[in-house]
């Protein structure tokens, strides 16, 4: 029990030392801006903030599918030379219908579809998105299965969340919270943002970037679009439209970078945009095959650029101008660079809480802090004596051990965190009333002072490691299945049981060892 060696006395002090100067951030300002200057945040309900709940539309995400299975349709059936009539999507029956011109082409028609579509190279059988079935009268209908509508939304709203928080840390809001709620609802809390405007417009753009050509005969002035095109406005130009086809050429998804910047040759804001090698190998070949051709750039269903194709791009980089300032060009470039929503997002609900709640709520907790832990070391104080106030030492070096692992981790500190370290500060004398109990019961059945001590570290060891260790597996499982506020306190709180085994079994035993030592006292003061 007497045997720590230097090296070991070194750690539990060097561990001590370490975490008081990991706390001094909070305390004071970075002297110097290059220094890790690591702290502890505090949450929505502390500094006041924006609570955003959104909505995704999943429906957009079937029409969508829908749409790319009539795309897909209509340009089989014409590489098969297979005449049909009313193609079109059916949404309120998840599917794709048409009609032959000539029934008796039905087989080959169907061959045809379920080849482009992989039907029948599923890994199982029934594992197909879609369904290709015959109807009456030569017409046949791409459905699809319940599972693949189900499986698609899932993924839309995964996806949502990801780019939802792409674009807000893009933004430089710290710790935001960001988690799916019901079937199609995400909810975003903002810590510090009391004007949430600019985040709600960024979020409020699908930001879907894709590349098409014009069509060159058909005129938005002339009547309803033909097959495969559709008349999109320019967004600069109110009114004016652009007989744009529906393929894609060119998927923004394949952009790796975007940055706003300035034209050399006209000072005007641009956005510039680099793709990847599979985009830019696209870009290369669609722009060398039409030269002289205008290409139109489309973002969330509007024209904001159609230069005309003087050379062949080849370098995998391109240049969106339009009629950008500073902000909405940095702003354009931010939405690319996170990411197109699968989906469009609807604010539903909205909140934001004052900083004199958030003020409110600290001056709160910190008096219960305060009065948790005065009656804490009183207690201690009163009823063990020296080893009391040794307890309250490495009580006092707990909550700075705390709070430095929290800095470390940049934790954002809410009321449950602040609960929870209240109710690790009265954990914490727990184990240290073990070993003072223990120690009074070895010197009440006539054990020396130096046994007292050696039994009553040794055997309430397992006891305080055995009662620590299920409370940190019952934690862990409350921040892995948890949620916003209770996963902050589950942090909070295994932070404290790792903090509390070492303060007390390492900590106070070498501080009541250095006491021994020095005094060799006849007999304890238990």
Not at 61 to 68: A, H, P, S
Not at 418 to 432: E, P, Q
Request: a neutral charge; one cysteine or more.
């Amino acid at each position: 029990m007497l045997s720590f060696s230097r090296l070991k006395i070194t750690l539990i002090l060097g561990i001590c030392v370490l975490g008081a100067l990991l706390c001094l951030p909070n305390l004071v300002r970075a002297p110097a801006p290059w220094l890790p200057w690591r702290q502890v945040h505090l949450g929505l309900d502390l500094q006041g903030g924006s609570y955003l709940l959104l909505e995704v539309d999943t429906k957009a995400v079937l029409r969508e599918r829908l749409e790319g299975l009539v795309d897909t349709t209509r340009r089989t059936l014409l590489a098969a030379d297979i005449g049909y009539l009313r193609l079109a999507a059916d949404p309120g029956q998840n599917r794709v219908v048409f009609r032959l011109r000539d029934p008796a082409q039905q087989a080959p028609a169907l061959s045809a579809l379920r080849t482009a579509l992989g039907i029948g190279q599923a890994s199982a059988p029934g594992q197909e998105e879609v369904s290709v079935a015959p109807g009456a009268t030569g017409e046949i209908a791409l459905t699809l299965s319940p599972v693949a509508i189900t499986e698609r939304a899932n993924a839309a709203i995964a996806q949502s969340i990801e780019i939802v928080r792409r674009r807000i840390d893009e933004t430089g809001v710290l710790d935001p919270e960001i988690a799916r709620q019901g079937e199609d609802r995400i909810n975003v809390q903002l810590p510090g943002i009391s004007d949430p405007e600019r985040i709600k417009a960024l979020l409020g753009q699908t930001a879907k970037m894709t590349f098409h050509l014009l069509d060159a005969e058909a005129n938005p002035a002339a009547g309803p679009a033909p097959p495969g095109v559709e008349f999109l406005p320019l967004a600069d130009q109110p009114g004016a439209k652009l007989p744009v086809r529906k393929h894609v050429e060119v998927d923004g998804a394949s952009l790796t970078d975007a940055r706003a910047g300035q034209s050399p040759q006209t000072g005007d804001w641009v956005v510039n945009f680099t793709f990847d090698s599979v985009g830019a190998r696209r870009f290369a070949d669609i722009t060398r095959a039409n030269v002289g051709k205008p290409f139109a750039i489309v973002l969330d269903n509007k024209v904001i650029s159609a230069p005309v194709i003087r050379e062949p791009i080849t370098g995998g980089r391109g240049q969106i101008s339009g009629r950008f300032d500073a902000k909405t060009a940095t702003d354009l470039a931010l939405l690319l660079r996170a990411g197109a929503l699968p989906a469009p997002l609807t604010v539903v609900e909205e909140r934001s809480v004052g900083p004199e709640l958030g003020a409110d709520s600290i001056r709160a907790g910190a008096i219960a802090l305060a009065v948790g832990f005065v009656l804490v070391i009183a207690f201690m104080a009163v009823f063990y004596g020296l080893f009391g106030w040794i307890a309250n030492l490495a009580l006092v070096a707990n909550l700075i051990l705390m709070l430095a692992v929290l800095s470390l981790l940049q934790a954002t500190l809410t009321l449950p965190g602040m609960a929870g370290i209240l109710l690790t500060l009265g954990m914490a004398v727990d184990a240290n009333i073990l070993i003072n109990e223990r120690i009074r019961e070895e010197v009440k059945n006539g054990r020396t002072p130096l046994g007292a001590l050696e039994a009553g570290f040794s055997r309430a060891y397992s006891t305080i490691l055995d009662s620590n260790a299920t409370a940190l597996l019952a934690h862990v499982m409350l921040f892995v299945f948890g949620t916003g506020p209770v996963r902050g306190f589950a942090v909070t709180i295994t932070v404290g049981i790792v903090t509390t085994l070492f303060t007390a079994t390492l900590l106070a035993r070498l501080i009541t060892v250095r006491w021994y030592a020095a005094t060799r006292p006849a007999l304890l003061p238990v």
